[in-house]
């Protein structure tokens, strides 16, 4: 059986600035705290590919892209790094409104973990976005 999530956030930002934050190496700036030390390569285009990778860590992520709208939203494949499960993120831009669905999630632990991560990374976005 699998699960998905769904957060709503809004946004001080128009959806040109939520874009660029999600498809450009701004990414690395906001997504993780600084002690992880994020980089992220992107070929935002459907079928590039993605990783973001913490470089204090070994914590990493990446997949492919599978549509792009700019700047309205894009889809994603999702696997931790060193696992086999991917899923797959939905994320549309609407007048600084940003909608999440991460989907295909193994079990509730595995959702309830995600959501716990994606709220602090946007949490983290916001703030990036504030200054």
Not at 55 to 74: A, I, K, M, N
Not at 75 to 99: H, K, N, P, Q
Request: net charge negative; glycine share 6%.
């Amino acid at each position: 059986m699998t699960t998905a999530l769904h957060l709503t956030r809004d946004l001080p930002a128009s959806d040109e600035r939520l874009w660029a934050a999600f498809t450009t190496a701004e990414l690395a700036r906001w997504y993780w705290p600084e002690r992880l030390a994020a980089a992220a390569t992107l070929d935002v285009r459907p079928g590039g590919e993605y990783a973001v990778r913490s470089q204090s860590t070994e914590l990493g992520f990446s997949g492919r892209y599978l549509s792009v709208d700019e700047p309205h939203g894009l889809s994603f494949t999702w696997r931790w790094d060193g696992e086999y499960a991917e899923s797959t993120v939905s994320i549309v831009f609407s007048d600084g409104r940003l909608d999440l669905r991460h989907e295909g999630l193994a079990d509730e632990e595995t959702r309830v973990s995600h959501i716990e991560g994606w709220v602090s990374c946007l949490d983290r976005l916001a703030l990036h976005l504030a200054v």
